[in-house]
């Protein structure tokens, strides 16, 4: 199972950038995926989104709700998180994550996180 997220970068506050996750080895479509981020120096992972299996239903954490939405294409293997009116409070590394899950093989997989994605904003 992996994950791999791409799209980071560094915006001026008010600016948008859209990240992409994309999924290997599992079968993407049958699963929830979730986007978090991590600010350096703290220990806890912040939740930010929540979408299921289908795409027909999502959830936010407050600190993101109206600004970021959260998509997915299953018959690219990719989960979304488009984020606008980006503010510096928003700098952190960016991780998709899935799980529990069963990979292609057939393993139990419990949590798995992609490698993460940087995004900055200036003020």
């Known amino acids: 199972v992996q994950l791999v997220e791409s799209g980071g970068g560094s915006v001026q506050s008010g600016g948008s950038l859209r990240l992409s996750c994309k999924g290997f080895g599992f079968s993407f479509s049958g699963f929830g995926l979730r986007w978090y981020r991590q600010v350096p120096g703290e220990e806890e992972r912040e939740w930010l989104a929540?979408?299921?299996?289908?795409?027909?239903?999502?959830n936010y954490a407050d600190s993101v709700r109206g600004r970021f939405s959260i998509s997915r294409d299953n018959a690219e293997n990719t989960v979304y998180l488009q984020m606008n009116n980006l503010k510096p409070e928003d700098t952190a590394v960016y991780y998709c994550?899935?799980?529990?899950?069963?990979?292609?093989?057939?393993?139990?997989?419990?949590?798995?996180w992609g490698q993460g994605t940087q995004v900055t904003v200036a003020s």
């Open positions: 929540t979408i299921v299996s289908t795409g027909d239903s999502t």
């Open positions: 994550n899935a799980g529990p899950l069963v990979s292609s093989s057939g393993a139990f997989v419990r949590d798995s």
